[in-house]
């Protein structure tokens, strides 16, 4: 089951996090095989590191929990807050050659709400098969879940466009899997891993 984990790092820690990227990078190569989404979270203007993203498939949220608390980075007290969610994969379109090649921009949109029941309803289309494809744009969309997965609690996009744009690709379908209006936020984001 894929779980959502976003760690926000702590002011200031930049030069720590190169010395230990060696360390980050080989735990992650444990979970290769497993993880769906990798990325760090930019600046405003993509230059410094502000987080780390990873949607990681693990068999419950005991593995999740030991996931976000074994990585480097947090063990270094690097990182201020790490949230870790049950997530339900709707779209994932993997990355683009320019993406890769850090020639066009992503962004991360995430929003958070109150648990709400939670229906079929797939926001990206209406389950007919009348060739109705969600924006080219959209990398990937997953809805957060409770444990129990009978709840929504928010939704993480990637997006191939800068943060002022991507709330707007993501707003229609974040409002209806909660039954009203959402309050989004963007942030740049890179694919992760080794190059």
């Not at 190169?18 to 989404?37: G, K, T």
């Not at 949109?109 to 797939?122: A, F, K, V, Y």
């Not at 939704?155 to 309050?183: C, M, N, W, Y």
Request: with cysteine; glycine share 10%; net charge negative.
């Amino acid at each position: 089951m894929p779980f959502y984990v976003h760690a926000q790092d702590k002011p200031g820690v930049g030069a720590e996090l190169v010395a230990l990227s060696e360390a980050h990078w080989s735990y992650m190569d444990r979970f290769a095989d497993r993880l769906v989404l990798r990325g760090p979270v930019l600046s405003e203007d993509g230059e410094e590191h502000a987080g780390s993203v990873h949607v990681v498939d693990l068999a419950d949220r005991i593995d999740a929990e030991r996931f976000a608390n074994e990585e480097p980075f947090w063990q270094a007290g690097l990182y201020g807050q790490i949230t870790t969610v049950r997530a339900v994969v709707l779209l994932d379109r993997g990355p683009t050659e320019a993406s890769l090649a850090g020639e066009e921009p992503n962004s991360l949109t995430t929003g958070h709400w109150s648990p709400e029941p939670r229906s079929e309803l797939n926001p990206l289309g209406d389950g007919d098969d009348d060739g109705d494809d969600p924006d080219s744009r959209l990398s990937f969309v997953a809805v957060l879940v409770d444990d129990s997965q009978s709840r929504t609690v928010g939704i993480v996009a990637v997006t191939r466009t800068l943060p002022d744009e991507a709330p707007s690709l993501i707003q229609p379908f974040a409002d209806r899997l909660k039954g009203g209006p959402v309050a989004l936020t963007a942030q740049r984001w890179c694919r992760g891993g080794r190059s």
